[in-house]
């Protein structure tokens, strides 16, 4: 689960972690009074949307006057962002956060993440802060740091000072560092993140360190354990499609293409879409309905990948292991009776009653297509969905 930015920050200053003075806002009326009540006179007003790439965008203004919070707060309320990050179809802008300006002395890139090839959490910095880190790391990974965090010493000191030694930071700066990396690390764990971002880390025109941004994401499966963390849900943020599946208990990711895909098991599922790329299509979607799915779950993922209209076949792949293939089978035939589909459904179904189940389809008198093998399957599924699209 991701939070907003104003989210995000309200958490660092829970742990001491220094950020710019600001509020949320969602009208250009309040926007206003939140810059009266900041005082100063120079503020910077964001859209907050789940996503980076708000100022190349125009989700980060500059307000010099209230004339301009207002203008600013109002040009962006009600809109649909669109960043390099949120796709073509953008994301809503429901509220702005209003903060008051800094002076900016340098940029730096921090984060902390899930290191899986060590099995450890690291902290991932850069000098070449305020940039897209993706295109640091890809043309000057020089530029990156990486610490891996033994789990059971935890954070050292001697990391930190070797993170504040490489983003080139002296003095009162290596304290005070050591600190938001301290903080940031006990954030992480406490609150079971995934993610936790900071771009820009600044150093301010005193020479002190402040998170201009924050970015959080937090563990769905840990959010049993922080329900103040689950109240902060704007599911406005997300894919109506993946949210509708998580509340179905099946795992779902929207995808570009256009064939449809219901597998159990991840693996599979993963091997699925790659088989449909190999042969010259494009899956619409990643859907897991489990080792042991239910005809009820069958049921419900159909109509869910029903309802993506770029969808033109829908291949289903089911292997029985703990699930019966027969009991899938029903589950597929009910739905299809009680859709109306109008589609190529192409069906690979092995494994526990995998016989029976073939049978059920070939007696179901709908226009599902049987396919032999899993390669059979991807090849009649580009094939149909080419032909009716």
Not at 16 to 26: K, S
Not at 241 to 256: G, H, I, P, W
Request: net charge neutral; glycine share 10%; with cysteine.
């Amino acid at each position: 689960m991701n939070l907003h930015e104003y989210q995000s920050k309200q958490l660092f200053a829970q742990y001491a972690i220094p950020v710019p003075r600001g509020e949320v806002a969602g009208s250009p009326e309040e926007a206003v009074a939140a810059a009266k009540k900041l005082g100063g006179t120079l503020w910077v007003v964001k859209a907050q949307v789940h996503a980076g790439g708000r100022g190349k965008a125009g989700g980060v203004k500059v307000a010099k006057d209230l004339d301009a919070v207002r203008a600013a707060a109002k040009a962006m309320l009600g809109t649909i962002l669109v960043t390099h990050q949120t796709g073509p179809e953008g994301l809503p802008v429901h509220q702005v956060y209003v903060e008051l300006g800094s002076k900016i002395a340098r940029e730096i890139y921090l984060s902390l993440v899930l290191n899986r090839e060590a099995g450890r959490i690291a902290f991932v910095a850069s000098a070449a802060g305020g940039m897209d880190i993706e295109e640091v790391a890809e043309h000057s990974p020089e530029k990156i740091i990486r610490v891996n965090i033994h789990p059971t010493a935890g954070l050292q000191d001697y990391q930190t000072r070797q993170l504040a030694f490489g983003l080139g930071l002296s003095g009162v700066q290596i304290g005070q560092f050591g600190k938001i990396a301290h903080a940031l690390y006990k954030l992480y764990l406490e609150r079971d993140a995934s993610l936790v971002e900071v771009n820009p880390l600044i150093v301010t025109g005193e020479g002190d360190l402040l998170a201009l941004d924050a970015k959080i994401n937090i563990e769905d499966n840990a959010l049993f354990r922080h329900k103040d963390l689950a109240a902060m849900r704007d599911a406005a943020q997300e894919d109506p499609m993946e949210r509708k599946a998580a509340e179905n208990d099946l795992n779902y990711v929207s995808l570009d293409g256009n064939i449809a895909c219901m597998v159990n098991g991840a693996g599979l599922a993963m091997a699925t879409m790659d088989l449909i790329q190999l042969h010259g299509g494009k899956p619409a979607n990643f859907l897991d309905v489990g080792g042991g799915a239910t005809k009820e779950r069958v049921s419900i993922a159909f109509k869910l990948i029903l309802s993506n209209p770029k969808v033109t076949a829908i291949l289903i792949n089911i292997f029985g292991g703990i699930v019966r293939g027969d009991m899938i089978a029903e589950g597929i035939i009910a739905a299809v009776k009680e859709v109306g589909v109008s589609i190529p459904v192409i069906v690979r179904i092995e494994g526990t009653n995998a016989p029976r189940a073939r049978e059920l389809l070939a007696q179901s008198g709908l226009a599902i297509t049987a396919a032999s093998d899993l390669t059979d399957a991807a090849k009649k599924a580009v094939s149909m969905a080419g032909a009716h699209s």
